[in-house]
């Protein structure tokens, strides 16, 4: 990939016009931030129908290293002042983004707590379900779109992660899409398409909350087979979840286990069709290369480009005197093409080995993506499934990207079969 010469002082990584400037450029940008020495800094801007003062601006972590030292220090480098770039009361943090918006001890215990949906048996507990789920996926192409023709993000990559995290949470079918559209809109928001104002941000919200709450105090009542259950009636020192922490660790959930695996699957399906050689490798010995072609593809798709941490007492990175109070932002995107780290990071290259880690994931430290491996799984078997039954599986036009400094989002692209 040849990249173009973008000048520092050329860009604003604050300005939603550079989310929408064309791919390589932005790629360049973030690559001129990670070859200039220290750490740049960038102004924060007023978010419309967002009644709040604008920030006191952040400092850019680019490069890998930077990203996973700040990621692994979490008392230095603090998520309960908020994790999005824009300050919002803590309220509204603990609301929205519920433990990834928490420091501990209150982050450990609520960890531990939902971490009891994500033992090894509650996930060995919907592994055959993933499987049966994919194939269903696949069963429904071929019923339904005889000529071979369909959108592989509403048909395909949307499906999976969904229905598993339904399954998992005891939702009823009929709600899943429901479920899927509030998600849509909360990780939307930065895009024309979904966007709307805060009241209306507000509301869906709301309205997941409730749901949720609704349905944590029926299983806390008439406990089932499901992750609901198990979270609500874990203890740890003789503390459970209440109904309201349920009710927002509810919107987290959803919202992450749904849109980051779908656009995680889209573009890995893209990668797949614009690097044949990388397919034909996976295809033609598809057990051998999954665990390193599962992980390259979290690290081409980046489905979360960025979170923020706030400085705890003063120290210096790469050089900077930060002080405390300073905001750093995490991009994660950046951290995943940093030539420090990886060999040609922007060849698609499905055995590139696993260490140094990508940090799709969210860069190791104790707010490290709590369903990896569940994710991990789903990309999988998704693509196991096509490799058996839809081999000649590829995408035929550009894909429609969300707008968002915050999802690496595909919102739609036509694939074909035949």
């Known amino acids: 990939m040849t990249l173009p010469t973008v000048d520092a002082d050329s860009f604003d990584l604050s300005d939603p016009l550079f989310w929408a400037a064309p791919r390589d450029y932005r790629e360049a940008a973030f690559k001129t931030l990670r070859d200039a020495p220290g750490l740049a800094f960038f102004a924060e801007r007023e978010i419309p129908d967002l009644p709040f003062p604008v920030g006191p601006g952040y400092y850019a972590l680019t490069r890998h290293e930077d990203v996973w030292a700040a990621s692994r220090n979490a008392q230095l480098f603090c998520s309960g002042q908020g994790s999005n770039i824009g300050d919002l009361p803590q309220e509204m943090n603990e609301f929205f983004g519920s433990m990834i918006n928490m420091d501990d001890p209150k982050h450990f215990r609520l960890r531990n707590i939902v971490s009891k ?8 507990r919907v592994e055959d379900y993933v499987k049966i789920k994919a194939k269903a996926i696949v069963d429904g192409l071929l019923e339904r779109f005889p000529d071979g023709e369909c959108d592989f993000v509403e048909e395909v990559a949307a499906p999976l992660p969904l229905k598993i995290i339904c399954e998992m949470m005891g939702i009823p079918e009929e709600d899943e899409q429901q479920i899927f559209a509030w998600t849509n809109v909360i990780l939307g928001a930065g895009d024309p398409e979904f966007g709307g104002t805060l009241e209306a941000l507000m509301n869906i919200a709301l309205q997941m909350f409730m749901y949720a709450q609704a349905l944590g105090e029926s299983r806390l009542a008439n406990p089932k087979e499901d992750m609901t259950s198990a979270m609500m009636h874990a203890e740890v020192d003789g503390e459970r979840l209440t109904p309201q922490e349920f009710g927002s660790f509810f919107i987290l959930l959803v919202v992450a ?15 797949l069709t614009q690097h044949p050689d990388q397919r034909a490798l996976w295809f033609n010995n598809f057990e051998a290369n999954t665990k390193t072609a599962v992980e390259e593809i979290v690290r081409w798709a ?15 990175l790469s050089g900077v005197d930060l002080k405390a109070g300073d905001k750093v932002v995490l991009w994660y995107n950046s951290a995943n093409r940093d030539e420090r780290a990886f060999k040609d990071p922007y060849t698609f290259d499905l055995q590139r080995p696993t260490l140094p880690a990508q940090a799709g994931f969210g860069a190791g430290g104790p707010h490290f ?7 991990r799984r789903e990309i999988s078997v998704m693509f196991e499934e096509i490799h058996n039954r839809l081999p000649n599986m590829q995408i035929i036009d550009e894909p429609e990207m969300l707008q968002s400094a915050f999802i690496n989002g595909i919102k739609r692209m036509r694939c074909s079969w035949k």
């Open 117 to 124: 949906g994500f033992t090894p048996k509650e996930i060995g």
């Open 369 to 375: 993506c709590l369903g990896a491996n569940l994710a």
């Open 257 to 271: 286990g749904n849109e980051t695996t779908r656009n995680a699957i889209s573009h890995g399906m893209r990668a």
């Open 302 to 316: 980046t489905p979360v480009i960025h979170f923020r941490r706030t400085v705890t007492e003063d120290t210096v």
